[in-house]
């Protein structure tokens, strides 16, 4: 990389090429199930009368939609996936954010920088994000967090724990919740959500740590958010979790465009299959689709404050 960018752009131009690198081992790390054989009848194609569930955290903003976006939000709305929250995870995302919440109706936005995407903020990118987090059906400060699977030098850990105790501290001066990622940070969460964060509210997304850590969690009054890992042979603690957890507690989330259930692992992910996930959480529960989307939904407008139709 050229030495004479300007550490915005260097740190622009890097972010880039490790998303580039990240997005390809996410396809072949996705492509380990094979699609069964048997006839699939995709969700919008089920009936979703007496269902209103929420994907509560979601990813609608970038190219992976540019061709059938508003058709992805209608085959939503058929498999009974009635809103959408949406968050950036760069500072671009977040712009694009703001402005799919203003013009789609039931979307809703979190802005904020992914732990990946980390650059050390001025004071005008704080108060670009306040500035967001003030417009229309902007609910969540996320998505933030910390990521050590596919940050290995400490300096950047570093910069990812100061950058997230940073948007913490923002979303507490906001009254806001946020929506936070860990992947093989637990230990660091941890101290983080019980020292800085111990005033923040909100959702641990995607949840992948043992049933000790989600009950530590779930004192401290964090949501769990579940998605479609819960549907794959190797879900491992993620039912247990599912089946234990307080129900005013479990969200129900994609994480689309990554992270599709089963059986569409390995392809593009949308809100639609969180009907999937859902399905997959009742079951476990012993609970019916009607009742468990009523409380999850009932879950997700209590932490996000989110108002639709
Ligand atoms: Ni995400």
């Known amino acids: 990389m050229a030495d004479n960018l300007d550490p915005g752009a260097r740190a622009a131009a890097e972010q880039k090429a490790r998303k580039a690198a990240r997005d390809a081992a996410r396809k072949t790390e996705a492509s380990g199930e094979p699609v069964g054989k048997k006839e699939i009848v995709p969700p919008w194609e089920r009936g979703a009368e007496g269902i209103a569930l929420v ?25 009974g996936v009635v809103a959408v929250v949406t968050f950036g995870d760069t500072m671009e995302a977040s712009a694009r954010v703001v402005k799919m919440a203003a013009s789609y109706e039931n979307v809703f936005g979190g802005v904020g920088v992914h732990p990946e995407n980390v650059f050390p903020f001025k004071k005008e990118d704080d108060d670009r994000l306040v500035a967001w987090t003030k417009e229309k059906k902007i609910v969540a400060v996320g998505e933030i967090g910390l990521d050590y699977y596919w940050e290995k030098d400490e300096e950047k850990r570093g910069l990812q724990r100061k950058m997230f105790i940073r948007q913490l501290a923002l979303a507490r001066e906001l009254d806001l919740p946020v929506c936070i990622h860990d992947r093989e940070a637990h230990g ?45 042979k190797n879900a491992a603690k993620l039912p247990e979790i599912v089946a234990k957890a307080p129900a ?18 390995g392809k593009r992910n949308e809100p639609a299959y969180a009907r999937i996930t859902a399905e997959h959480a009742a079951e476990i529960r012993g609970e019916s689709l009607e009742d468990f989307s009523a409380q999850t939904t009932k879950n997700a407008c209590e932490i996000y404050k989110l108002q639709f139709n």
């Open 55 to 79: 994907d509560t955290h979601a990813h609608i903003d970038g190219e992976d939609y540019a061709d059938d976006r508003e058709e992805t939000l209608e085959r939503a709305k058929k498999a």
């Open 248 to 265: 005013d507690r479990l969200l129900v989330e994609t994480d689309c465009p990554y992270l599709s259930p089963l059986p569409y692992r």
């Open 188 to 232: 660091d969460l941890m101290t983080i959500l019980k020292t800085e964060g111990r005033k923040n509210r909100g959702v641990i997304h995607c949840f992948s740590g043992s049933w000790e850590m989600a009950k530590e969690l779930l004192k401290l009054g964090w949501y769990i958010g579940v998605d479609g890992p819960l549907t794959y």
